[in-house]
């Protein structure tokens, strides 16, 4: 029988956060994952932006998870020795002027002054972009490989024996006085971090998870030029290099799977063809399903009867912001007993 601190179920972003959390503070883990092809964090661009540009607000916490995120990405990215965080401006392309007057009137609040640039700018990269009402950057940006970082930190765990792949079966969860069992692994808990699947867990039921079904694009656009910025109106342009470009996302609530549809890339695509006015090839097409919640919260904490269950799951689009801080957050709530934000808590259900 082998003893760890805590068996993870699933290695998405928010499970790979956990486990890079528990390692670093000289923990022990073992990390389960069924090794699906097709996941919402393979799927998922990676990209963060720490505004809301609907109402030019500062994203839920920002000033309290970029810390958070940079201290642990750095991490991992030592422990792999990978680079797949990268820091970014967004530029938001404006489609009015009241929405560039709403802009320059929030860059007065000091409390921006690290987030939004004060001068607004009326390039065209190169004839690539349709005339607009001005552009204007965002500070603080940035964008993670997901794909790259799953693939790097399982490599990782498995040089610390703490990495299965395997089908978790609840049925084989045997419920000690003070921990759990799971085949031939002794735990004092078994965190659940299974994204959308966390519907069909028996011990988490009763959790407002709204599944929500995302596609994006790979593009090819050989004449625009923006290595490190990411354009923003209606749909990001995301670059990754050798000119092609990430292109998302939608949104869909009602039909609930990972199949890519024309729909979704004829959605895509207009909105695109609105920003840009060069000619684009699509690459690929791919579909994922976010776990979404009904207050777009995060849910984290132990099961109320069972203090040996916790999960750590809801991280929606914003997984590679959110998952950093709240990953330590549900560490330091399990070892340490630290209260774990009041929004975020699983007792708010």
């Avoid at 959308?196 to 599944?211: G, R």
């Avoid at 869909?252 to 990972?258: A, L, Q, S, T």
Wanted: aromatic share 10%; charged share 25%; hydrophobic share 40%.
């Amino acid at each position: 029988m082998k003893k760890v601190d805590a068996i993870i179920v699933g290695q998405g972003i928010s499970g790979s956060l956990l486990s890079a959390e528990l390692l670093k503070n000289g923990k022990t883990c073992l990390v389960i994952d069924e090794e699906k092809k097709v996941t919402s964090s393979k799927v998922s661009a990676g990209l963060y932006n720490p505004i809301v540009f609907k109402r030019v607000v500062k994203s839920w916490l920002i000033d309290e998870l970029l810390p958070v995120l940079k201290e642990s990405y750095q991490y991992m990215e030592a422990c792999c020795n990978q680079t797949f965080h990268t820091n970014r401006q967004i530029v938001k392309v404006f489609i009015s002027d009241d929405e560039k007057e709403q802009w320059l009137k929030k860059t007065q609040d000091e409390n921006y002054n690290n987030y939004l640039g004060k001068e607004i700018s009326y390039q065209d990269f190169d004839a690539c972009i349709k005339p607009h009402h001005g552009l204007a950057f965002v500070n603080e940006a940035g964008n993670v490989d997901v794909k790259l970082m799953l693939e790097a930190w399982s490599n990782y765990l498995k040089t610390k024996q703490s990495y299965l792949a395997s089908q978790f079966l609840y049925n084989d969860l045997e419920l000690l006085p003070n921990g759990v069992k799971w085949k031939d692994y002794e735990a004092d808990y078994v965190i659940f971090c299974e994204g959308y699947n966390a519907i069909k867990n028996p011990f988490f039921s009763n959790l407002p998870f709204v599944p929500a079904k995302g596609e994006v694009l790979t593009v090819k656009i050989n004449r625009l030029q923006t290595a490190q910025n990411v354009l923003n109106k209606g749909v990001f342009v995301l670059p990754i290099g050798q000119h092609l470009f990430r292109v998302g996302a939608t949104y869909v609530w009602d039909k609930i799977d990972e199949e890519t549809t024309p729909k979704g890339a004829e959605e895509l695509t207009h909105k695109l063809e609105k920003l840009i006015q060069t000619d684009y090839s699509v690459v690929l097409q791919e579909a994922g399903i976010r776990p979404s919640t009904k207050d777009r919260r995060p849910i984290l904490g132990k099961h109320a009867e069972l203090p040996q269950l916790a999960i750590l799951n809801g991280m929606g689009t914003k997984a590679v912001l959110l998952a950093p801080f709240f990953a330590k957050q549900l560490f330091e709530h399990l070892f340490f007993g630290k209260n774990i934000h009041p929004e975020a808590s699983i007792n708010r259900i």
